[in-house]
């Protein structure tokens, strides 16, 4: 299937850089690529792209300021941060803002590529050294005894637990694809973890 890709970066340099190699990438497909936050808000209009590549520091507002939008109005479309912050503050903002993935912009050209497609495929990427922030940030708080999965979450991670793929998952239980990967990144954010494998493992206590 095709990835829908929008980009948001002001730097002119690395944004034709982004666009040049995602559009010679096998089933990725550049929809806009634009410099400000609120330029990628009317890109999107009625229909958003399947992944936003994000900025942070943009002219006007922010990337986040662009993520907390898209994460209202197009709660299907995944964000990947790509840039040079990797301070607590910053990372934190956008994960909360509704971020699924934070690389650096140093990562090389394959590592971005595989981002967008970890990103497509459920997982969160996310720079080591942004990794190494969030695990220490968790670790540094008490778990919860349970962990309160909804009727809905557990019918989606018993039906991951089989191998069955989204498009399987929505078809069973008859809701989009869009809806089966919100609620696999529920899942993933509750369980704290980046995969199925590591879901599925967590839930069962294995």
């Not at 299907?76 to 690389?103: N, P, R, W």
């Not at 140093?106 to 080591?128: D, H, Q």
């Amino acid at each position: 299937m095709m990835i829908s890709i929008g980009i948001i970066e002001d730097l002119d340099d690395y944004r034709k850089l982004l666009q040049l190699l995602l559009e010679h990438t096998e089933d990725m497909q550049v929809l806009f690529s634009v410099r400000s936050a609120e330029e990628g808000i009317i890109e999107c209009g009625d229909t958003a792209p399947t992944v936003c590549i994000v900025d942070i520091n943009l002219p006007g507002r922010s990337g986040i300021d662009f993520v907390r939008w898209i994460t209202a109005h197009h709660p299907g479309t995944l964000c990947l941060m790509c840039t040079a912050y990797d301070t607590d503050d910053k990372v934190f903002q956008s994960l909360e803002a509704g971020a699924h993935g934070y690389i650096l912009k140093a990562t090389p050209p394959g590592g971005i590529v595989e981002a967008v497609k970890e990103l497509y495929n459920g997982g969160s990427p996310m720079s080591s050294e942004v990794a190494r922030k969030v695990v220490s940030a968790f670790s540094r708080k008490k778990a919860p005894e349970t962990v309160a999965l909804s009727d809905r979450e557990k019918e989606v991670l018993e039906l991951l637990s089989t191998g069955l793929f989204y498009k399987e998952i929505s078809l069973q239980l008859n809701i989009s694809i869009e809806t089966v990967k919100r609620h696999c990144f529920n899942i993933y954010q509750k369980l704290h973890v980046s995969n199925r494998t590591e879901a599925v493992n967590k839930f069962k206590g294995w």
